[in-house]
T-cell receptor, first 119, second 115 residues
């Protein structure tokens, strides 16, 4: 079955620094999404990572704070910039597909997440 | 705008008993409904979905869910709970056609199965 991996799995960072999170899929997928799960909270969509074009951000999230890359159909990165303790969360990528590459249509599959702690 | 409500933060059930985790939704148009489970320090695992067709959907690990359009509900059920089912469960609704669209998640329900 298709595998979604994220790096790093966890990190502890200092205020004011930036962290880039990688999401790798072992097959080509159409859609890639980035979510944030704050402590004890549900998931909130940050943006949709579009291959070959700018990411589409949800209300409350901006490119300067969360720049995203999607260089190909198997890889994406999310950068959390100029971090503050309020950015401490689990960041998850998810993928969707049109039914190829081992993924069912209309379903999002999630990576294991990156647990970020900002001091 | 679409929304999902999980009215119970916590559900406790004895092992071997049936379990129900409740979910109601609000969406314009036809809903795409999903259940995911999150184990400690793990990502979300897909359990089941309703897109169209039979109202009773069967998924992974013996779970099933019933789509009720009149009550706008999509409750998750299992006939006989296991201790290993203890986890955080999320209901989600999406809209659109074709490939996966944006999901809106409920607040989550912590299920504890007592031995």
């Amino acid at each position: 079955s298709a595998v979604i991996s994220q790096k790093p799995s966890r990190d502890i960072c200092q205020r004011g620094t930036s962290l880039t999170i990688q999401c790798q899929v072992d097959s080509q997928v159409t859609m890639m999404f980035w979510y944030r799960q704050q402590p004890g909270q549900s998931l909130t969509l940050i943006a949709t990572a579009n291959q070959g074009s700018e990411a589409t951000y949800e209300s409350g999230f901006v490119i300067d704070k969360f720049p995203i890359s999607r260089p190909n159909l198997t890889f994406s990165t999310l950068t959390v910039s100029n971090m503050s303790p309020e950015d401490s969360s689990i960041y998850l990528c998810s993928v969707g597909s049109r039914g190829t590459s081992g993924f069912s249509t209309d379903t999002q599959y999630f990576g294991p997440g990156t647990r970020l702690t900002v001091l | 705008a679409q929304s999902v409500a999980q009215p119970e933060d916590q559900v406790n059930v004895a092992e071997g008993n049936p379990l129900t985790v409740k979910c109601t939704y609000s969406v314009s148009g036809n809903p795409y409904l999903f259940w995911y489970v999150q184990y400690p320090n793990r990502g979300l695992q897909f359990l089941l979905k309703y897109i169209t067709g039979d109202n009773l959907v069967k998924g992974s690990y013996g779970f099933e869910a019933e789509f009720n359009k009149s009550q706008t509900s999509f409750h998750l059920k299992k006939p006989s709970a296991l201790v290993s089912d203890s986890a955080l469960y999320f209901c989600a609704v999406g809209q659109g056609t074709g490939s996966a669209r944006q999901l809106t998640f409920g607040s989550g329900t912590q299920l504890t199965v007592l031995p």
